[in-house]
């Protein structure tokens, strides 16, 4: 089992919608498991390292049968035991309103003259566009610390030197978040993992809530998306413990009591995982 371990600055911040909103576009106050390991499996599918079926994997997506699509990220995900992080520094989340085009999110129902001539409600000039709230997280030159569990076995789907090809893909991370969520990545480590065998423990990492609970500092919960890598790859949500505070934003240390799960020595810290064990 190996640890990599990356810490990147923020340029501005990043946006990654939370889940279950659709119009309502509010964001998540972290970047979740599944944003860390697209954001990984990323540089691996450009620089053409990364395979399935034993087949080179070209593009940012693949393509199945009858018209299915999937992410790259779905292929290392199973070798990916952890991915957790914690912010550095302060952040805050900024929501502002911003129009947008919303005749997908009203009916064609045809009521009305104005309706009738413009060929159903959604077309009409009042429904055409909206002010939507955006949200994002306001992170300027802001340090992510970023920490990987991956398995041995993933050295099936990557071709040549395993863990070079991993510490590679780390540096060359350009985002973490959505296309504008702009990365300088300043520090990569790759180790072996240390597991540890206590259950009471100190960490920043954030982790499922199931594996344990908070007998000692501030926390809050937020629900992470798990999954939902392709159209007949439906997404899944799971609840998570942040350590720290979410307004505004900020990572400190909690102590936590195991009742599930593993944890595991990261360079001095601890990453508590499900799944191992």
């Known amino acids: 089992m190996l640890v990599l371990k990356v810490k990147a600055e923020y340029h501005w911040g990043f946006w990654i ?15 979740p498991p599944t944003t860390l390991i697209g954001a990984l499996a990323y540089p691996l599918v450009k620089k053409g390292v990364l395979k399935l079926d034993g087949q080179q994997i070209k593009g940012e997506t693949i393509k199945l049968e009858k018209n299915s699509i999937l992410s790259p990220a779905m292929v290392i995900e199973k070798y990916v035991v952890c991915a957790s992080a914690y912010l550095d520094n302060i952040a805050i989340i900024w929501e502002d309103l911003s129009k947008y ?3 997908l999110f009203h009916e064609t129902t045809k009521s009305e003259e104005d309706e009738i001539l413009a060929g ?13 709230p955006v949200g ?53 480590k790759l180790s072996e993992a240390t597991p540890t065998k206590d259950r009471k423990l100190k960490t920043r990492y954030y982790f499922p809530a199931v594996l344990g609970s908070v007998v000692e500092g501030g926390y809050y ?14 997404a899944r949500f799971e ?39």
């Open 17 to 31: 919608r939370s889940p279950g909103t659709s119009k309502y576009q509010s964001a998540t106050p972290l970047p």
């Open 101 to 103: 085009n919303t005749i």
């Open 120 to 132: 159903g409600r959604r077309y009409t000039m009042k429904f055409r566009t909206g002010a939507i």
């Open 136 to 188: 994002k997280v306001f992170y300027p030159s802001g340090v992510l610390t970023a920490a990987f569990l991956i398995d041995d076995s993933m050295s099936k789907v990557v071709d040549g030197n395993f863990e070079n090809e991993l510490v590679k893909a780390a540096w060359e991370m350009t985002r973490i978040g959505s296309r504008e969520s702009i990365i300088s990545v300043i520090d990569v």
């Open 221 to 234: 919960m937020e629900m992470f998306w798990s999954g939902g890598w392709g159209r007949e790859a439906s």
């Open 239 to 277: 609840e998570y413990i942040i350590p720290g505070t979410k307004t505004p934003i900020s990572s400190t240390l909690v102590t936590v009591e195991l009742t599930r799960g593993r944890a595991f020595e990261v360079d001095g810290e601890i990453l508590i995982a499900s799944g191992v064990g």
